[in-house]
């Protein structure tokens, strides 16, 4: 059986820090056959949206933001794990990229401001996959920002959208939503397919342009698939705010504290 680690919108450097520490100690202990990071791995804050005619828009923070992307996690990844890793592309990953072609096409380059190109894949032995990725029987994984997938506000049902546009089981990211939803048709309900949102490990905090209290129908999750054969089995793995989580009854992250409520040690 193949175990498979799904991850999606870290946002670096808005990243929940504890959460992604621990899921890198995560994966290194548990040693899946196989690691896709579904996308918006960095936020690219500078040629976004939100930052145009800001202060923000003149950061020059592209190389910086890529630059600790491999530093914080790419690096320490790799690290303790050598099998399979894939990125997808997604929205922010080509914000640089689009910036110059849109804004300052004079200047365009086919390579430097590509996201593979910015954190090094090659170097670290990353895939990148730009649109979608099949990667179980049935089973394909995209970010989610394509042209022609509606988004849905209920957890998985964007997901689901996809699903039936590719007439496939579809994983995705990009809503910061953690879900499942299943669909059956034909007759005895023979047909049946499934959308899967595996949540973002964004630091909710950081997320300025959701204004100061942070509203946001968002959650903290990853996913974990498993396959035998043509069976796949996709679950999430909710992480608390701490950025703690559990994975087959093995807790990885949380602080322990003794019976007077006092810390002792951290598992991670
Ligand atoms: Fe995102
Ligand atoms: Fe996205």
Not at 9 to 33: G, T, W
Not at 101 to 111: H, K, L, N, Q, T
Not at 155 to 160: D, F, I, V
Request: overall charge neutral; hydrophobic content about 35%; aromatic content about 10%.
């Amino acid at each position: 059986m193949k175990r498979i680690v799904i991850v999606s919108d870290l946002q670096m450097p808005l990243e929940h820090k504890a959460a992604n520490r621990n899921l890198i100690n995560f994966i290194h202990d548990y040693q899946p056959d196989e690691v896709i990071n579904i996308g918006d791995i960095t936020d690219y804050t500078a040629p976004g949206r939100w930052s145009a005619g800001k202060r923000a828009e003149y950061g020059m923070s592209v190389k910086e933001e890529a630059g600790y992307t491999v530093a914080n996690h790419v690096r320490p990844l790799r690290k303790g794990y050598d099998k399979k890793v894939t990125l997808l592309g997604s929205n922010h990953g080509e914000r640089p990229h689009k910036y110059l072609v849109e804004r300052c096409p004079a200047m365009y380059d086919e390579v430097i401001f590509q996201e593979p190109h910015l954190l090094r894949l090659d170097e670290f032995g990353i895939d990148f996959e730009p649109l979608k990725y099949d990667f179980a029987p049935g089973w394909t994984a995209t970010h989610g920002h394509a042209k022609g997938i509606s988004l849905s506000r209920f957890a998985g049902g964007t997901a689901m959208n996809a699903a039936r546009k590719f007439q496939k089981n579809v994983v995705c990211g990009h809503t910061h939503r953690a879900g499942i939803i299943s669909e059956s048709s034909g007759e005895f309900a023979a047909r049946q397919l499934t959308g899967v949102e595996v949540g973002c490990l964004m630091d909710i905090k950081k997320a300025s342009y959701l204004g100061a209290a942070g509203f946001g129908n968002w959650q903290l999750a990853f996913g974990l698939f498993y396959v035998n054969g043509n069976r796949v089995s996709p679950s999430i793995i909710d992480v608390e705010r701490d950025g703690s989580f559990m994975v087959e009854g093995e807790v990885y992250g949380s602080v322990k504290r003794n019976a007077l409520g006092r810390f002792v040690s951290s598992a991670t």
